[in-house]
Structures are given as structure tokens and as C-alpha cells.
């Protein structure tokens, strides 16, 4: 029973991750109708990053995360300012794909240029001993990634429901045109949404080095994971995002256990053309044109 | 109106100057072989991947639609070819032929399924797919080999002759490659070719004019499936061998990126994609690293100011400088 | 539409042209220089990608090799040349880089990892050239043209096993990747382990390569209270592994493949090596007094000063394994007098080799030449690997 709810909670862990990127996405994709898939690369980015920055620098691992968050966020707003808004404004949306596909093999080759093809980590943020709970050993790494996840999606809502950027936003969201006519600078609020991205980015690469090791080759894997859980759970679905990580975590953990990890990257890509074509919002998305 | 008008004055002296071309490109594929026998294999996998390419260029130039699934194809032609020839002992080139016309098959159930889709959830439906193909061909260990890989695949015999040299499969590679740049080339400038160009302009004005959307982009979505099918069969013939590194995502996202850096509305675009992506890491560990990167970089500048790639930006300023006409400028988007 | 028309005839035109000037731009530099008359090994390894912490230093250990041989007169007389080429880890690759060689090379060399090796297995055979891989998961077929480097996986085992057994250690867990290396490891362990008596599988789990976490896995294991662990994973696999056993608490000896037998694999898992880590290892890992006899000992310290002076450190796994191979490659084309197709029956026939790996017997069936008397266990420490002993 434990053995079944340590394959549980691992899974989770990964799918913290998973439903980290999601939600960039989601963000993204619900200000501005881009599908980031670079959002994966971001992550892997700042990781090593953050492990330049922690052994360059002899800084404690936690201290990486505040300083992260802020260049990321930073940094993201100004990839948006230099690539996606003149690309929004001349290209197809198909177009606009390929112009993240093309953000990240450009991530990957930063990686491999600047870090070379070793993987890398560092040190948990408080300490290597485990937790240990009713017989279940947690790494304490665990409760920092539940957070990270908990910290984004509880910011994203207050941001969202309690302020007027939140409001603009929202606005944005449902309808640009008019949000535009409104007064509401749709440019702007798009250059937010990818810095609340670059943020989540960031949380969930520093949070997610210390247990694991990470490397250039490991940036297409994260954004497709991404990319499945953010589909999945519906574009543009906060909500949906999240589950969408946390079920595609909890299924390659319990089948990488149980069966094989690449059966349950098979299961998640047939939950996704089943979507796909029975229910193209996702399972959380509302109902828009999808279909022609 | 105007373009029906203009197009029969030029068509006659555009079809000599069209034959001068193939000439010259014929001679030009005729002698390199003896003009650099060192890169041979390069150009035989830029030859496959050109292939690979070609029949994409429909579906992404006319039709407006971005299929990542390529991988999936090219891994049925391979590995149905290993399987095919070396458990059922059939001829290669009868495998080859059968497995692309159930890949162009495929491809029509599948089209049916996900073209019904808007704008880009048909790429990443066919993204599924490429990460699909990545996963089965690990896990299907008893089919694919698995990890290891497929080995001892049979050379591709033709009328009784092994193509087993660089120099065979370079020539009928581009054969094969100029019959497809010629279907493809066709295809564009026919009715389907307008129809598609129409679709993919506007797809609900193309319906009330008639057009059947799906069915158009689901024909486009078949070519794309066979000609990569077979690439896939000519590149297990060639190397004797398959895995699922050849196949990786990154792998299908390379394959979109040359179409879209080389330009998906010319059959020479794909051709200045594939040597670009392949030809580069083979000058030297230094340039290798640096590939992924400047790749990465050239297709978000390509997509988002010369939507007709490489080649249709060659083309643009050559136009601009023969004959300064800026109202056509615009009209080329 | 009309600018269309209008501009595509002349880019039929110049386009062949141009792609053709390109073509010849690029191909002009790496024209094969004159052939004179030397030999010539064409080495295939991984100077980049995951495989390259074993490529780099092969290709430093074969032209270590190439050097010495050619400073003793050369084959026959006759220099002995290197070709290298990177086949970027990746299979399709080291088939293109292998076809880019075929006919103008005596012999192969490499690649460096299984995968490859497999897949430049046909050609060799198609085109009758021996091919020296350098990966020890390869298993060669008696009487074909490939050759493996090192020793078998099950003799590896075997020795750990044994080597265990004498330390008491009678409970013995496993943890294993799921690729062909990984497979290859499981079960060679659960052969050993059934091999000697007292000896039992406690607790078995595999893991994704390119998975992010295995504390599930670990945790399974350590439910059987294992005495120690064996982890046949490379590279961030192993490393993701051994920082799992910190996270579950799971504190025991810990063994794990030769392919982790490189200073940038200890370097990168420095911080959470098990204590201890234990690695199955052929001669050139071995303290010089268990050399068996004073040829050998001349023969490791040749080749251990000379890549020392040249590099400034020791020599790890790739480096060893090249230097064989070039010099029983050598040594076989020289015995066949240069005749490349002549060189698999002269390879055949090599017994008794002292090399810096092993000593080598090679035979019709037996194309790896190496055994258990080769294995020792070394441990893997922050300043490298450090023999312990386990010598027959």
C-alpha cells in the first residue's frame, strides 16, 4: 500500500512540474491565442541557470529561486517585447507555432552552447533527509514543489479576481477587441502574461533541479509534456492546466511502476487525440470555435 | 481577373527557360557525384529528407495547415520495410510501394479525424503523433527491436540491381525527388492547388464556393504521409538499419523547420532547408553545436517576416531588383 | 499572383546552379587528401553527444596508440593513419560516417556506444572490413567481421557477485534502466546471483531513461532490506538513482556498470557518490602490484605515463579500450600484410595479447577475447577510482 502511494506521490512531484508549464501556457495561450511550446525550454533554462548561479556564486540553492523568479519574469517580458509581438502582429497562427518551436530549439541550443550536453543538479533546498510520514519517505524537495505549484496558482487567481490588471486581463481574455476598445492596452497585457509565465518557469525549473538531473536533451520532453497536459486539460483553463499536469505526473508514475514509462506517455497521447477529436476544448475548457 | 489574363503571355517563354532549368539541374545532379565524392552521404540524407520535405509543402504552403507528424510515416515505411523484406522476404521495392499507399491511407483516416479541427489543433494533434511515434518505437520492443534498433535490413533492389552505393541511391533519390517537386509543383497549379490555396486563405468562403475544405486538406495530408513513408523505407535500405533515435520529436520538428526555413511554396525550398539542417553539422564539431541554436533562431526571423522561407525571400529580392514593382510585393503574402 | 508567375522561371533557373555552388563550396575542404601508402583505421566515436564522455578520451587513447606504433616502425613499414570521425551519439550517424569511410580505410574502430555499433555491423560485414567496437554491450557473431571491446556484461557481474559474497553481502537488490544496456545488466545479475549458493534478489525495479525521479522504485527495493544495490544505469540515469537513495534513506554499498567508469560521470554525481560506489573493472583501473607479471606491468606503465604526460590526468574507461583495439587491429593487418579482407582470419588467430584492458584470446567464437580473469572491483571516490581488490 505505501509502495503504491510512493509511486503516487512521485508521479505527483513530476506532474507539479508538468502542471507548472501547463498553466504558463494557459496563460499565454488566454491573453493572446499563442501556444508557447518554448515554455518547456524555459524551464530546463532556468534550472541550470539557477545551477550556474548556486555553485558560481556559493549562494544557498533557495536563495536561487527569488533571483530566478525576477530574471525570468524579466527576461520572458522582454523575449515577448523582441519576438512574439512582431511575430503576433505579421504571422498566422500556425505561423505563430512554429515561431515557439523555433524559440525552443533555440533554448536548446543556448543549453547546449552554454552548459554542454552533462546533466546537471544541485543541492535540495532544505536538506537531503527525508520526511518520513505514516512509513512513506518524502524528500522534503516535494513540499517546495507543492508549494511552488500552490504559490502560482493562488497568486494567479488573486491577480485575476482581486485587481484591475487581473480585470484587464481577464477582459483581454475573453474578448481583445473589445477589450482594445475599452481602453485596455491588449499589447501590454500580453507582455504580462509572458512574465507571469517566465515566473512560473522559473519556479518550477529551480524547484525541480534538486531531485533530479537536467540537461539540454531534457527541454523537448518537458515542453511536450507541457503541451499535452495543457491540451488536455483545455487551453486558455487554469484549472485545466493544472489537472491536466498533475494527471499526466500521476499516470507516468504509477505506469513507469507498474508497466513501462513509455506505455504511459502512449496512454497520455491517446487521452489526447481522444480529446482532441471528441472534445476539442479540453476537459476544463470552455466551448469556443474549435471546430470549422 | 487579371492574373488569368496575364499568365498565358509568359507561360511560353517561362516553359523554355522552365526546360533550360531542369537541364542545367539534371547536368548539376549528374556531376556531383564526381565533383565531390566525399560528401556523398550527406547528400543521400539530404536527398531523403528532401523527400521527407516535398510532400509536406501542399499541406503547409497551400493549405495553411502544419503537420509534425512526418516522423510517424518515415517510421512505418522504415520499419515496415525491415519487417516486410526480412520476416516475409517480400521484394523492397514492392514494400516500399505498398507501405507508402497505406501511409497515404492512414493519413486520410487520421486527416478525416483531426482536419475537422481549427487552425492549429491539427498540429497539435499531429504533434501527438510524433510523440507517439517516439514512445511505440521504444516500447514495441518484439516489432521495432526497441532500444537497439532494427538490424540487417536488405539493400532496395531494383529490376534485379542492389542500390547499395552512395552514388545509386544519390541518382535515384533524385529521380525520386524530382518526380515528387513535380507532383507537388503541379498539384499547386492545378485546381486542387488553388483550391487548397483558397482553403487555406479562407476556409469558410472556400465552403461557399463549393470547396470541400476537409476533403482537399485531407488529400494533402495523404501525399505528405507517402512521400515520407517512403522516405522513411529509403533511408532503412540505405542504412541497414533503424531506431528510434531517427525518429526522436525533435527529429519531426527538424523536418517542419526545413519546409518552413527553405519555404513551403516552392520544391526548391525544401531543398535549401534540408542541406541547410543537415549540411551545416557536418562541417565541423564547432558549427554542430551552434546548429540548434541558429536554427532555431533563422526559423523564428523566417516566420515572421518571410513566410515564403528562404527561397521565397531569394525570390522577392530578385524580383524587387529585375523590376521594381512594390504593388506585387504585397500581394505575394 | 501575377508577381508569382512572373518570378518563378528564373528561380527554376538559377536554382540548380546555385544549390550546386553551394554543394561544392562545401564539399571542397574535406576532398580526401592523396592516398599514399599507408595504412589507414578509420575511428568512429562519440566526440559529442551523452556518448562523448567515453568518445573524447577514445579518441585520445587511439591516437596514443597510433603514435607509439608508428614511432616502433609503423605496420610492416607502412605509417599507420587515423581517421576520425563524430558520429554525435547517434546511430544513423555512425552509418553515414562509416559509408563516408568505406574503401578508403583497412579497418574500423568504434563507435563507442552499443546502438551504433549495431548499426554499422552490416556494413562492415558487406563490405569485409574488421570493425573493432569499442562498446562492450555488443554481442559479436563467431565468424563475422565485428569485434567487442572489454568484457561481457555477466562476467562483470559475476565478478561483483562473487566479490560480495566474500564480504559477507548476501541480500542483493537491483535497479535498472530500461534500455538495451540496462536489460543486458538485469539480467546478467539475477544469472549471477542464481550462480552462487547463499546468494538472493532482494527487491527489483527498472526505471525510464529519461525519467525525473526513481524514489518509487528506490523505496520498492528497500522494502526487501537489500545489503547492497546494484544500479546498471549510465550517465544521469545512475545519477538520478544514487540522489534517490539520499531522498528514500536507502544507505548501502552500491554497484553499478563500467560505462560509469569516467572522471565526468564521478564528477558530475560527486555530491551524493554512495558510499561506497563499486565498479567492476578490467586491468587498467588495477593497482600495479596485481599486475600478473612484469611485461604487463611494463606495457600498463608505457601506456599510462605516456597519456598522463599528454593529458595530465589518468586515463578512464574510453581511452584503454582504443588503445587496444588500434593495437590489435594494427597487429592483425600487419600479420595479414595489409590485405583488409585477410585481417578478420589474423584477428582470429591473435592469442595471448597482452593489452592494457586484458590479456586477449581471440578465436572464431570467441571475438571479445576477454573474461572474468580480467575483472577487478575498483571504487569510485571524488579523486577517481581506486582499486580494492577482488583479483583471483
Known amino acids: 500500500m505505501s509502495d503504491y502511494l510512493q509511486s503516487i506521490l512521485g508521479g505527483l512531484a513530476d506532474g507539479c512540474v508538468y502542471a507548472l508549464i501547463a498553466l504558463g501556457m494557459s496563460v499565454i495561450y488566454s491573453i493572446s491565442r499563442i501556444i508557447s511550446l518554448a515554455q518547456g525550454g524555459f524551464v530546463v533554462l532556468a534550472a541550470l541557470c539557477a545551477v550556474s548561479l548556486q555553485s558560481g556564486l556559493g549562494i544557498s540553492p533557495l536563495a536561487t529561486l527569488p533571483i530566478m523568479v525576477v530574471i525570468f519574469s524579466v527576461g520572458m517580458i522582454g523575449v515577448a517585447q523582441i519576438v512574439i509581438q512582431p511575430a503576433a502582429k505579421r504571422a498566422t497562427p500556425e505561423r505563430l507555432l512554429l515561431v515557439t518551436v523555433g524559440m525552443l530549439q533555440a533554448v536548446g541550443g543556448l543549453l547546449l552552447i552554454g552548459w554542454g550536453n552533462l546533466p546537471y543538479t544541485m543541492p535540495a533546498f532544505t536538506g537531503d533527509a527525508p520526511v518520513k510520514v505514516a512509513g512513506l519517505s518524502l524528500p522534503t524537495q516535494y513540499f517546495w514543489l507543492a508549494g511552488a505549484l500552490a504559490v502560482s496558482v493562488l497568486g494567479l487567481w488573486l491577480l485575476l479576481t482581486k485587481t484591475d490588471i487581473g480585470l484587464a486581463m481577464r477582459a483581454t481574455a475573453s474578448n481583445p477587441g473589445a477589450a482594445a476598445l475599452q481602453g485596455i492596452r491588449v499589447d501590454r497585457m500580453r507582455l504580462i502574461a509572458f512574465g507571469l509565465a517566465g515566473a512560473m518557469a522559473a519556479l518550477a525549473g529551480t524547484t525541480i533541479v534538486p531531485i533530479t538531473f537536467l540537461q539540454f536533451t531534457t527541454v523537448t520532453p518537458y515542453a511536450v509534456a507541457g503541451f499535452i497536459a495543457a491540451v488536455v486539460g483545455g487551453l486558455g483553463s487554469n484549472m485545466g492546466a493544472v489537472t491536466g499536469g498533475l494527471l499526466l505526473g500521476l499516470l507516468q508514475g504509477v505506469f513507469g511502476r507498474y508497466w513501462n514509462a513509455d506505455l504511459a506517455q502512449l496512454t497520455a497521447i491517446a487521452l489526447l487525440v481522444a480529446v482532441l477529436v471528441i472534445r476539442p476544448q479540453g476537459i476544463f475548457g470552455t466551448p469556443e470555435r474549435v471546430r470549422r | ?333 | 499572383m501575377s508577381a508569382m508567375t512572373a518570378t518563378r522561371p528564373r528561380a527554376r533557373l538559377f536554382g540548380p546552379l546555385g544549390v550546386a555552388a553551394a554543394l561544392a563550396l562545401s564539399g571542397c575542404s574535406a576532398v580526401a587528401a592523396a592516398e599514399g601508402e599507408a595504412i589507414r583505421i578509420g575511428l568512429i566515436a562519440s566526440q559529442t553527444g551523452p556518448g562523448s564522455q567515453l568518445g573524447i578520451g577514445e579518441v585520445r587513447g587511439a591516437e596514443l596508440a597510433v603514435e607509439q606504433i608508428n614511432a616502433d616502425g609503423g605496420v610492416n613499414g607502412q605509417r599507420l593513419e587515423l581517421i576520425t570521425a563524430d558520429d554525435q551519439s547517434n546511430p544513423s550517424q555512425a552509418v553515414l560516417q562509416a559509408r563516408k569511410m568505406l574503401g578508403r580505410v583497412d579497418a574500423f574502430v568504434g563507435p563507442s556506444t552499443s546502438g551504433p555499433c549495431k548499426a554499422i555491423g552490416p556494413l562492415a560485414e558487406s563490405a569485409q572490413v574488421v570493425n573493432y567496437c569499442l562498446s562492450p554491450g555488443l554481442k559479436p557473431e563467431p565468424g563475422g567481421w565485428q569485434w567487442s571491446a572489454s568484457v561481457a556484461t555477466h562476467d562483470l557481474t559475476s565478478r561483483l557477485v562473487d566479490y560480495w559474497k566474500s564480504q559477507g553481502i548476501t541480500r542483493i537488490g537491483l535497479l535498472t534502466q530500461t534500455d538495451s544496456s540496462g536489460a543486458e545488466g538485469a539480467e546478467s545479475t539475477k544469472a549471477a546471483i542464481d550462480a552462487v549458493d547463499g546468494m538472493e534478489l532482494a527487491g527489483e525495479a527498472t526505471f525510464s531513461p529519461d525519467a525525473v525521479s526513481v524514489t518509487a522504485q528506490l523505496q520498492q527495493i528497500a522494502r526487501h532490506e537489500p545489503q547492497a544495490l546494484v544500479v546498471w544505469a549510465t550517465g544521469a540515469g545512475a545519477g538520478v538513482a544514487f540522489k534517490g537513495m539520499g531522498q528514500v534513506g536507502l544507505d548501502v554499498p552500491v554497484a553499478t556498470t563500467d560505462g560509469n567508469l569516467t572522471y565526468a560521470f564521478v564528477d558530475r554525481v560527486q555530491n551524493f557518490l554512495p558510499d561506497p560506489l563499486l565498479i567492476p573493472a578490467t586491468r587498467d583501473f588495477w593497482d600495479p602490484a596485481e599486475y600478473p607479471n612484469d611485461e604487463v606491468r611494463e606495457i600498463e606503465a608505457n601506456y599510462h605515463d605516456a597519456y598522463v604526460a599528454a593529458h595530465g590526468e589518468q586515463p578512464d574507461f574510453g581511452p584503454g579500450v582504443a588503445y587496444d583495439g588500434v593495437h590489435l587491429v594494427a597487429e592483425a593487418l600487419e600479420r595479414a600484410e595489409g590485405d583488409a579482407a585477410q585481417a578478420r582470419a589474423e584477428l582470429e588467430k591473435i592469442t595471448d595479447f597482452d593489452g592494457v584492458v586484458g590479456t586477449y584470446n581471440f578465436s572464431r567464437e570467441d571475438h571479445r577475447g576477454l573474461a572474468e580473469k580480467d575483472v577487478a572491483i575498483v571504487q569510485a571516490t571524488k579523486d577517481g577510482f581506486e582499486f580494492i581488490g577482488g583479483v583471483e
Open chain 2, 1 to 333: 481577373m487579371t492574373v488569368a489574363q496575364i499568365a498565358p503571355v509568359r507561360v511560353s517563354a517561362a516553359t523554355g527557360r522552365t526546360w533550360l532549368g531542369l537541364a542545367v539541374g539534371a547536368l548539376a545532379a549528374l556531376a556531383l557525384p564526381y565533383l565531390i565524392p566525399t560528401q556523398m552521404s550527406l547528400l543521400v540524407t539530404v536527398g531523403i529528407f528532401y523527400l521527407a520535405c516535398i510532400g509536406l509543402t501542399p499541406l503547409i504552403g497551400q493549405a495553411g495547415q502544419v503537420s509534425l507528424g512526418q516522423t510517424l510515416f518515415m517510421a512505418i515505411g522504415a520499419y515496415g520495410a525491415g519487417l516486410l523484406t526480412l520476416k516475409w522476404q517480400w521484394p523492397t521495392a514492392l514494400a516500399a510501394v505498398v507501405l507508402a499507399l497505406f501511409c497515404g491511407g492512414l493519413a486520410l483516416i487520421f486527416g478525416a479525424a483531426f482536419l475537422r479541427l481549427r487552425g492549429y489543433y491539427f498540429a497539435l494533434a499531429t504533434l501527438g503523433l510524433a510523440v507517439a511515434t517516439a514512445a511505440l518505437s521504444t516500447a514495441w520492443i518484439s516489432v521495432t527491436g526497441g532500444p537497439s534498433g532494427m538490424v540487417d535490413i536488405p539493400s532496395l533492389s531494383l529490376f534485379g540491381y542492389e542500390v547499395f552505393s552512395d552514388q545509386a541511391n544519390f541518382y535515384l533519390l533524385v529521380v525520386l525527388g524530382g518526380i515528387a517537386a513535380w507532383i507537388t509543383t503541379n498539384l499547386r497549379t492545378s485546381q486542387t492547388g488553388r483550391a487548397l490555396a483558397a482553403v487555406g486563405h479562407d476556409s469558410v468562403a472556400a465552403g461557399m464556393l463549393g470547396i470541400n475544405a476537409s476533403r482537399y486538406k485531407a488529400v494533402a495530408f495523404a501525399i505528405s504521409a507517402m512521400t515520407a513513408s517512403l522516405a522513411g523505407s529509403l533511408y532503412a535500405f540505405y542504412l541497414r538499419f533503424f531506431s528510434p533515435e531517427i525518429i526522436t520529436v525533435t527529429v519531426a520538428f527538424s523536418i517542419v523547420i526545413m519546409v518552413a526555413i527553405g519555404g513551403s511554396r516552392s520544391a526548391f525550398g525544401p531543398l535549401i532547408g534540408a542541406l541547410v539542417i543537415q549540411g551545416v553539422p557536418q562541417m565541423g564539431q564547432t558549427f554542430a553545436t551552434w546548429v540548434p541554436l541558429f536554427a532555431g533562431l533563422v526559423l523564428i526571423v523566417v516566420m515572421t517576416y518571410f513566410p515564403g522561407g528562404l527561397w521565397g525571400a531569394i525570390g522577392d529580392a530578385v524580383g524587387a531588383l529585375r523590376r521594381p514593382a512594390p504593388s506585387h510585393a504585397k500581394e505575394q503574402r
